[in-house]
């Protein structure tokens, strides 16, 4: 009786240096949280996941995909060994090593169940004057109504906006939810919408 009660400290003393132990395993086990395109530059070489808005989808014709991903004024391309889900205008997470190509960064994914849809960040809802005044500070979820007209978006009194991707009408007035991103080809910052609903001025 007298040893039995020497062994149950132990035990004790045993199961406590076990999970001393198998702690490193649980920390490694849990999944980093998602950057924005501005911070992968932090991983190169190494593994992140990617959080942004979809801008565009393209699918190869040898069944691989690349989409880009899009936040804070910042993209990175992801290029998906695998036909992804991932639609433009959505919120996705993706999963990847992050490499530099040509100069620039790249998300290589290896398998296109590594990409998950995300909940967006809060929606901001600025003016059309704010938006005019610093485009780069709105590049997060924002709400804008307007006229589309000319592959563009514009208000009552005349500040305007480039289209990008999104479930755009021809023309008429709409609510768009979506993200501004800069892009040097035209110089010009486009509205990519998650989101687009009939609005009256």
């Known amino acids: 009786m007298h040893g039995a009660v020497l062994d149950h400290p132990r035990r004790l003393l045993g199961l406590a240096v076990l999970a001393v132990a198998c702690l490193p395993l649980a920390l490694d086990a849990a999944p980093a949280a998602p950057v924005g395109p501005a911070d992968a530059d932090r991983a190169e070489g190494g593994t992140a996941r990617v959080q942004g808005l979809v801008t565009d989808v393209r699918v190869r014709p040898d069944g691989s995909s690349r989409l880009t991903?899009?936040?804070?004024?910042?993209?990175?391309?992801?290029?998906?060994?695998?036909?992804?889900?991932?639609?433009?205008?959505a919120w996705a997470v993706a999963e990847g090593r992050v490499l530099?190509?040509?100069?620039?960064?790249l998300?290589?994914?290896?398998?296109?169940?590594?990409?998950?849809?995300?909940?967006?960040?809060a929606v901001a809802s600025p003016s059309w004057s704010q938006v005019a005044a610093d485009p780069g500070r709105w590049s997060g979820p924002l709400r804008l109504a307007g006229?589309?007209?000319?592959e563009s978006l514009r208000d009552l009194d005349?500040?305007?906006?480039?289209?990008g991707s999104g479930p755009w009408?021809?023309?008429?007035?709409v609510e768009a939810t979506g993200a501004l991103l800069y892009e040097p080809a035209c110089l010009c910052h486009r509205?990519?919408?998650?989101?687009?609903?009939?609005w009256t001025p």
């Open 69 to 89: 991903l899009a936040a804070d004024g910042h993209a990175i391309e992801v290029d998906v060994q695998g036909r992804t889900d991932a639609t433009p205008g």
């Open 191 to 198: 509205l990519h919408a998650a989101r687009v609903d009939p």
């Open 158 to 163: 005349g500040h305007r906006v480039a289209l």
């Open 147 to 150: 006229l589309v007209e000319r």
């Open 100 to 105: 530099r190509t040509g100069g620039r960064l």
């Open 107 to 121: 998300l290589w994914v290896e398998d296109a169940a590594q990409i998950w849809a995300a909940l967006p960040p």
């Open 169 to 173: 009408p021809a023309e008429g007035a």
